[in-house]
C-alpha cells in the first residue's frame, strides 16, 4: 500500500481521547474482540449478531449470497420486524416499559409503553387490510415527527407493504414524484404539524400532491395539527375512525429475509431521486447491532434520543428500527430547537434525563452560534454518549460538543453511513476507542473499509476515496425500478468495491478522516484539497461558528477557493485575519481568496451545506435546482453580496 495523492492530506489533529476508566466498567465493550472475531471472518461475525439480536421463524440457510453487485443475507431465513421491535419485549413482561417519551412542539407530551404501541400497530395492520393494503404494495407516509408515524411504518412492516417515508418539510411536488415512483397504493398523513409555533398544512400539500398521483386508492389523515382540511370521501379517512373500528389482533406474519422492507428516496446530484431499497432479516440485524454497541446501549437505564426525521435513515434506522428492536426508551421531539427558545433541545434533555445524545453536525455548530449560556441553563448530568451523524464533524465543533454538551466526560461517536448503508459503517466503539475529534476513526467490526486512490490502489496513509471492500447485510438491495443505475453509482467506479462519493484520508495511526464529497474536492494549482479540511481550519478560529468553502474557476490557479463564514453570535473577525489563520493552520496553499461573511448558509433541509449553489454563487451563475433548499432567501442574499465585492488577492 502505498501514499497517494488523490486528495492532499492538509489538516493535522493530535488531540486524543480514551474512554475514562468509568466509562470502561459499563461498557459492552471495551477490548477489541469484536473487531479480532470480525476480522477472522465477517459472514460468521454477522450471523451472531443475527442469531442474538433478531428472534427468526425460520432459520436461513445460506449467511449470505453475494453476485456483485446483487446481495442477499439470511437466505431462506424468516422473521417480522415488527414482532422484533414490538411483541417480543411485551411477551418477555416488558409491556409497560416506555418505547416514547413524546413532546410536541406547543409543550403537549404522551407516554408511549411498548404494549401501547404495540396494540396501536396491531390496529393499524388491520385498518390498512381493511384498505385492501396487500403484501408486497407500496405506502407512502408523509407526517410530523409525532408516535403515529413509527406506528404507520411498523404496520406496514407488519403485513409486508413497504413504506416509502417522505420528509414532512417537502414539498407537494417531491412528494408526488415520489410517489410515482413507487406506485404507492396508499398515503398515510396529518392535517399538519407543529412547526416554530404555527401548524403547517401537510394535509393541504398532499392534496396538490394527489392531483397527480393515480396509483393512491386511499389515504389516511392523523389529526394532530386540528387545522382545518378538506376530505375527499371515498379516498380519504381519518386515522382515529379507522383505529377505533379496526380488529385489535393482527398477529406478525412472518417474512423473507429478502422481503422489501421500505424505499427511501435520496436525491443524486443529478437526475431524480433514487428509491433506496432496504430488505428485511440482514437490515434488522445490521441497526440492532450498531445501535446496541455503537450507543454501548443499556436498554434499561439509557433514555436515548436521536434528534433526527423519521423521513431521513436516521430516524429509519435509529429511532424506529434500530432501538426499538433493541427495547430501548426514547424520546421523540416535534419541533425546532429554538421554540420557544434556543435551550428547548437542553430543557428537553434535562426533563427526560437523557443519556445518549445523537445530533447532527449542522445542529451542533447552530448550538454553537447561540452561545454556550444555553446549554449552561440546564442541568445535562444525565448524558453519558453523545453522537454524530451526517457531515464531517469539524475539531472544533467536536470539542464544543464534548465541553459544552458533555461536560467533558460522555465520549462522542462520529458515525459515518449513509441512506444507500442502511446502518453505521465507520464509527467508534465508545468504550473501547480512543477518540480524535473530527475523525470517525474505525469500520465497526463486521464492516470492510478501504482508502484507494484514483487507480484503485489501497492507500496506508493520506487522502483519497473511502470504499466498502465486501458486502454488508444493511446494504441497500439496489435502486428502484433500475438495476443498472444501481451498479453505474456505487459500483463502477473502482472494480468490485462500493463508492459511493466520499473522500477520506488515513492518518499515522490508521484513522479514518471523512473529507465530504469529492464533488467538492477543489483543486487549486494543482493541488486536490478538500472542502472539509479548509472548513474545519476555520471553525477553528474562534469567531467562527459555521463554514463553507467551494473552489470557484480561477484564471491563474484554476479554482481558488472562496469561503462563505458565519460568525459565532456578538463575536468579530476581519477577512484577512481569517485567510492568514488558514494559512497558520494547514498552509498557504489553502488561504481562501475571498471571504463572505453571511448569517446563514444555504442548507438542504436535512442539514447539508449546498456548496454546488455556493459554487453557482461564486462563480456568477444563475442558479440550478434550488428546490432541495431550506431557506432560499439565503442565497439571493449571498448573490446580491457577489455581485457588490470585488474579490481580494
Ligand atoms: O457525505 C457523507 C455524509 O452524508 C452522506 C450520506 O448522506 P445521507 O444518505 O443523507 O445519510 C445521512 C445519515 C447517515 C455521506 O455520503 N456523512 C454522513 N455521516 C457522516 C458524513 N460525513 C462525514 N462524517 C460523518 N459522520
Known amino acids: 500500500m502505498a501514499e497517494s495523492d488523490a486528495i492532499d492530506d492538509l489538516l493535522i489533529e493530535q488531540r486524543k ?81 416506555v418505547a416514547f417519551h413524546f413532546e410536541g412542539e406547543p409543550g403537549d407530551t404522551r407516554t408511549v409503553t411498548y404494549s401501547q404501541l404495540l396494540d396501536e400497530v396491531q390496529k393499524f395492520s388491520n385498518a390498512l387490510k381493511s384498505l385492501g393494503v396487500t403484501k408486497g404494495d407500496r405506502v407512502n407516509i408523509y407526517m410530523p415527527m409525532i408516535p403515529e408515524a413509527a406506528v404507520a ?5 407488519r403485513i409486508g407493504a413497504a413504506h416509502s417515508v417522505v420528509f414532512g418539510g417537502f414539498s407537494s411536488q417531491a412528494l408526488a414524484d415520489r410517489i410515482n415512483d413507487a406506485e404507492a397504493k396508499v398515503l398515510i398523513t396529518a392535517d399538519g404539524g407543529w412547526r416554530r409555533g404555527e401548524v403547517f398544512p401537510l394535509k393541504q400539500y398532499a392534496d396538490e400532491a394527489l392531483q397527480s398521483t393515480p396509483s393512491i386508492e386511499h389515504v389516511v389523515v392523523v389529526k394532530r395539527g386540528g387545522n382545518d382540511v378538506s376530505m375527499t370521501a371515498g379516498r380519504d379517512n381519518w386515522y382515529h375512525d379507522l383505529i377505533a373500528k379496526a380488529d385489535p389482533v393482527c398477529p406478525a406474519e412472518p417474512m423473507d429475509a429478502e422481503q422489501l422492507l421500505f424505499l427511501l428516496y435520496t436525491s ?48 429509519h434506522s435509529y429511532i424506529v428500527y434500530g432501538p426499538l428492536a433493541n427495547g430501548a426508551t426514547q424520546v421523540m421531539y416535534e419541533g425546532v430547537p429554538n421554540f420557544p427558545a434556543n435551550d428547548r433541545i437542553w430543557s428537553i434533555v434535562e426533563k427526560y434525563k437523557v443519556t445518549i445524545f445523537y445530533t447532527a453536525p449542522t445542529a451542533i455548530r447552530t448550538y454553537m452560534k447561540w452561545g454556550v449560556e444555553e446549554p449552561a441553563k440546564h442541568d445535562l448530568s444525565s448524558l453519558r454518549l453523545l453522537g454524530s451523524v451526517g457531515e464531517p464533524i469539524n475539531p472544533e465543533a467536536w470539542m464544543w460538543y464534548h465541553e459544552h454538551i458533555g461536560g467533558s466526560r460522555c465520549p462522542i461517536v462520529d458515525t459515518w453511513w449513509q441512506t444507500e448503508t442502511g446502518g453505521i459503517m465507520i464509527s467508534p466503539l465508545p468504550g473501547a476507542t480512543t477518540l480524535k475529534p473530527g475523525s470517525a476513526t474505525f469500520p465497526v467490526p463486521g464492516v470492510g473499509a478501504e482508502v484507494v486512490d484514483d487507480s484503485g490502489k489501497a492507500v496506508s496513509r493520506g487522502g483519497g476515496y473511502l470504499t466498502l471492500t465486501h458486502p454488508w447485510p444493511g446494504m441497500l438491495r439496489g435502486i ?27 492518518d499515522d495511526d490508521g484513522y479514518l478522516w471523512l473529507l465530504g464529497r469529492v464533488d467538492d474536492v477543489m483543486n487549486v494549482s494543482g493541488h486536490r484539497i ?14 467562527v461558528a459555521e463554514a463553507a468553502v467551494v473552489g470557484a474557476n480561477d484564471a491563474t490557479t484554476g479554482q481558488a477557493i472562496i469561503a462563505y463564514v458565519t460568525l459565532v453570535g456578538g463575536a468579530s473577525a476581519d477577512e484577512q485575519d481569517l485567510r492568514n489563520h488558514v494559512a497558520k493552520e494547514i498552509g498557504a496553499i489553502a488561504k481562501p481568496k475571498t471571504v463572505y461573511f453571511t448569517p446563514d448558509l444555504p442548507k438542504t433541509r436535512s442539514g447539508k451545506i449546498m456548496r454546488r449553489l455556493l459554487r453557482d454563487v461564486a462563480e456568477g451563475r444563475n442558479l440550478g435546482d434550488t428546490t432541495t433548499l431550506a431557506d432560499a432567501s439565503v442565497v439571493s442574499e449571498l448573490q446580491k453580496r457577489a455581485a457588490e465585492a470585488p474579490s481580494e488577492d
Open 268 to 315: 443524486g446530484t443529478t437526475g431524480k431521486p433514487k428509491g433506496i431499497m432496504h430488505t428485511t432479516g440482514g437490515y434488522l440485524t445490521h441497526v440492532a447491532y450498531t445501535h446496541k454497541y455503537v450507543f454501548d446501549l443499556h436498554p434499561d437505564e439509557d433514555v436515548y434520543w436521536c434528534t433526527a426525521d423519521v423521513g431521513w435513515v436516521t430516524g
Open 153 to 157: 411504518m411498523l404496520a406496514c412492516a
Open 530 to 543: 478538500s472542502t472539509t479540511e479548509v472548513e474545519s481550519a476555520l471553525v477553528s478560529h474562534p469567531a
Open 17 to 97: 481521547f480514551p474512554p475514562s476508566e468509568s466509562f470502561k466498567k459499563r461498557t459492552l465493550v471495551a477490548g477489541t474482540h469484536l473487531y479480532d472475531e470480525a476480522s477472522e471472518d465477517y459472514e460468521s461475525f454477522w450471523a451472531r449478531q443475527a442469531s442474538e439480536l433478531v428472534t427468526w421463524n425460520t432459520p436461513w440457510h445460506t449467511v449470505c449470497e453475494w453476485d456483485l453487485p446483487f446481495s442477499k443475507w439470511f437466505v431462506g431465513g424468516t422473521l417480522n420486524v415488527s414482532y422484533n421491535c414490538l411483541d417480543r419485549h411485551v411477551l418477555a413482561g416488558k409491556g409497560d416499559k
Open 480 to 506: 428502484w425500478g433500475d438495476p443498472q443505475r444501481y451498479k453505474d453509482t456505487y459500483w463502477s467506479r473502482f472494480e468490485g468495491r462500493y463508492f459511493a462519493g466520499d473522500g477520506a484520508k488515513l
